[in-house]
Nanobody, 120 residues
Framework: QVQLVESGGGLVQPGGSLRLSCAAS????????MGWYRQAPGKQRKLVAV???????NYADSVKGRFTISRDNAKNTVYLQMNSLKAEDTAVYYCNVDSTNWDYESRDYWGQGTQVTVSS
């Protein structure tokens, strides 16, 4: 099993910044893709950004140029730096990690979610 602990959410004014973190621990041989998703009230969960083990990234069009995803492989941690935040960025943000355990089995895991509210 793998446990994910998210942190960094909160209330911020429009134009402000937040940094989310998600640390993975447990039965981990290798972490593959790491990503962030978000879910606004009454809407489906959607991809925000993803980063592969080699460092390549992909972003939703709505956050390109404002958000940056990064990872620290030594700490099994993924980050999401969010700048120029807008009201429409308000959502619960979920970390997603695809990992391989010592039996060479791969599966993905979800964090508990952290609330990001952008409001004046």
């Amino acid at each position: 099993q793998v446990q994910l602990v998210e942190s960094g959410g909160g209330l911020v004014q429009p134009g402000g910044s937040l940094r989310l973190s998600c640390a993975a621990s447990g039965s981990i041989l290798r972490i593959n893709t790491m990503g962030w998703y978000r879910q606004a009230p009454g809407k489906q969960r959607k991809l925000v950004a993803v980063i592969a083990s080699a460092g390549s990234t992909n972003y939703a069009d709505s956050v390109k140029g404002r958000f940056t995803i990064s990872r620290d492989n030594a700490k099994n941690t993924v980050y999401l730096q969010m700048n120029s935040l807008k009201a429409e960025d308000t959502a619960v943000y979920y970390c997603n990690v695809d990992s391989t355990n010592w039996d060479y089995e791969s599966r993905d895991y979800w964090g508990q979610g952290t609330q990001v509210t952008v409001s004046s």
